[in-house]
């Protein structure tokens, strides 16, 4: 039987038991692929081989639609390209693109309006405001679908990868997708599984708003304005995924929360953000969580950045080499600082305060259980052996703290400059600013499987870039040191010259 159905489809067609042919491959005969659509009957599988078609087509019963060898699907830019308005139906290994330009009829590659159980699968959607734009949907699947809306227009101009409106109990699945407003974009959609997925050059790789109980497992966010944005949701899952590069104008972070509740993030990688995580608001009903597990935070500008307002738990997670380990972003930001003479301004049981007299929440959890998290700067000692260290880790950092008021201070980032302000601070705290937050266990080393792996090869840029610089520095001090031999060698034979003749005077 499985033979018979690979001879059937590489032919042009496949008849299934109960069904009937409803199409054959493009070029035999004059059919238009609409044509083929309506002609066929429930549960027939059309499929196509090669060739182009300058149309858009409605599939409004459930049928399948397989392209062999690529056939396209060119919408001629007039509204949606496929618009699909039945259940049970399936759209996979075409060329969909060229959508309409009317940013106000949101016009699509593929739509989804109001259909159950369909499935877009292996499809290249290109050139589209919006990739895959669903609406009122169940049980539906994307997966492997390649969506590039176009790099050519301003990111204000674009539509989403994914759309999903009220959609429930779906999935989204191993698609790439570049180039987009939002690359999955989830509204009033609940209980669906985001996993696997590759975004990047996007405004927000994912954007969730009113969207609850979804789970965001194993994708790779990187290189867009912002990774994972989630708000106004709650009881969502984040875990395992890549977020990486995303800094890209004001918003630059891997993760942004805001207001919301319930939420569990294990098991992430937040690497090279200008911010890796900022949470404002969340959790915020009585009773709500917000865990952050067992993450890596690593080379980010700034690694946590919390408002007063986020009594997050935050506990197993490694904090390395971020300028900026944890941040307070409320109140005035200007600068202030206190004498060394006192741990804060008001007293030891006053709230953590920062420059510019932003506190960080009360509530916030820096540990449980005796143990907290790792930071890379901690320089504390554990004699005791358990892994923990013994003095709670409170960071001060003067040069980082000045930092985030002065952008000037970056090009002194990673020099000698910046090791020697800091050690200065410590060993003469004359003025230093307040500790951040408290973490009463910090850990050692990095939790299992959260240690930065560092290449052992070698960087070509960099050492192309050190000995370019080391070049012009020897450069310059030869071209120096030459100058300083002329001019010493100009003396000497000035002096050889007038020697004898003021010789000859005096005799």
Same mark, same amino acid.
């Given at each position: 039987?499985?033979?018979?159905?690979?001879?059937?489809?590489?032919?042009?067609?496949?008849?299934?038991?109960?069904?009937?042919?409803?199409?054959?491959?493009?070029?035999?005969?004059?059919?238009?692929?609409?044509?083929?659509?309506?002609?066929?009957?429930?549960?027939?599988?059309? #499929? $196509? *081989? &090669? !060739?182009?078609?300058?149309?858009? /087509?409605? %599939?409004?019963?459930?049928?399948?639609?397989?392209?062999?060898?690529?056939? #396209? $699907? *060119? &919408? !001629?830019?007039?509204?949606?390209? /496929?618009? %699909?308005?039945?259940?049970?139906?399936?759209?996979?290994?075409?060329?969909?693109?060229?959508? &309409?330009?009317?940013?106000?009829?949101?016009?699509?590659?593929?739509?989804?309006?109001n259909a159950n159980r369909v499935t877009v699968r292996a499809n290249r959607l290109q050139d589209a405001r919006f990739g895959i734009h669903v609406t009122t949907s169940k049980d539906s699947i994307l997966e492997n679908n390649l969506v590039d809306t176009g790099g050519d227009r301003p990111i204000e101009r674009r539509g989403h990868g994914i759309y999903l409106w009220e959609v429930q109990s779906s999935t989204v699945h191993a698609n790439t997708i570049q180039n987009a407003a939002d690359g999955i974009h989830l509204e009033y959609s609940d209980d669906n599984g985001i996993g696997d997925n590759d975004v990047h050059q996007s405004r927000y790789a994912l954007h969730l708003m009113y969207a609850h109980q979804n789970k965001i497992i194993d994708n790779n966010f990187h290189d867009n304005l912002a990774g994972a944005v989630v708000m106004l949701s709650h009881d969502v899952i984040i875990k395992g995924n890549n977020l990486s590069g995303n800094r890209k104008g004001a918003t630059g972070t891997g993760m942004l929360f805001k207001d919301d509740d319930n939420l569990f993030v294990e098991d992430n990688r937040l690497l090279r953000n200008k911010y890796g995580m900022t949470v404002d608001g969340a959790p915020q009903a009585i009773g709500a969580t917000a865990i952050f597990r067992h993450n890596l935070f690593a080379l980010n500008d700034v690694g946590v950045a919390a408002m007063s307002n986020a009594p997050i738990t935050f506990v197993e997670n490694a904090m390395i080499d971020n300028t900026v380990q944890v941040k307070a972003m409320s109140g005035d930001l200007a600068s202030r600082t206190l004498s060394g003479h006192g741990e804060t301004a008001s007293g030891a049981d006053a709230a953590p305060a920062i420059e510019g007299g932003g506190a960080l929440p009360t509530g916030a959890v820096w540990s449980s259980g005796g143990r907290g998290n790792y930071w890379s700067d901690y320089r504390g000692y554990d004699a005791n052996g358990d892994g923990v260290g013994d003095q709670p880790y409170?960071?001060?950092?003067?040069?980082?703290?000045?930092?985030?008021?002065?952008?000037?201070?970056?090009?002194?980032?990673?020099?000698?400059?910046?090791?020697?302000?800091?050690?200065?601070?410590?060993?003469?705290?004359?003025?230093?600013?307040?500790?951040?937050?408290?973490?009463?266990?910090?850990?050692?080393?990095?939790?299992?499987?959260?240690?930065?792996?560092?290449?052992?090869?070698?960087?070509?840029?960099?050492?192309?870039?050190?000995?370019?610089?080391?070049?012009?520095?020897?450069?310059?001090?030869?071209?120096?040191?030459?100058?300083?031999?002329?001019?010493?060698?100009?003396?000497?034979?000035?002096?050889?010259?007038?020697?004898?003749?003021?010789?000859?005077a005096a005799a």
């Open positions: 039987m499985k033979a018979l159905l690979l001879v059937a489809m590489l032919a042009g067609a496949i008849v299934l038991p109960g069904a009937r042919a409803a199409a054959q491959a493009s070029g035999a005969g004059q059919l238009t692929l609409q044509q083929r659509i309506d002609a066929a009957a429930p549960e027939d599988i059309i #499929v $196509i *081989d &090669g !060739g182009v078609f300058h149309e858009s /087509v409605v %599939i409004d019963k459930p049928i399948s639609l397989i392209g062999h060898n690529w056939p #396209v $699907i *060119d &919408g !001629g830019g007039l509204g949606d390209v /496929v618009t %699909i308005s039945a259940d049970d139906v399936v759209v996979s290994g075409f060329v969909i693109r060229n959508s &309409g330009t009317d940013m106000s009829r949101e016009p699509a590659a593929v739509r989804i309006d409170r960071p001060r950092p003067t040069f980082a703290g000045r930092l985030g008021n002065d952008d000037t201070l970056r090009l002194f980032q990673f020099t000698p400059a910046q090791q020697a302000i800091d050690v200065a601070a410590d060993m003469f705290p004359v003025y230093r600013y307040n500790a951040i937050i408290e973490d009463d266990g910090p850990l050692m080393n990095p939790p299992g499987g959260l240690a930065l792996a560092h290449g052992a090869g070698i960087n070509l840029r960099l050492l192309a870039c050190s000995l370019l610089l080391a070049a012009l520095a020897a450069a310059g001090i030869f071209a120096g040191a030459g100058a300083h031999a002329r001019q010493s060698l100009r003396r000497a034979l000035t002096t050889r010259r007038q020697g004898p003749a003021t010789g000859d």
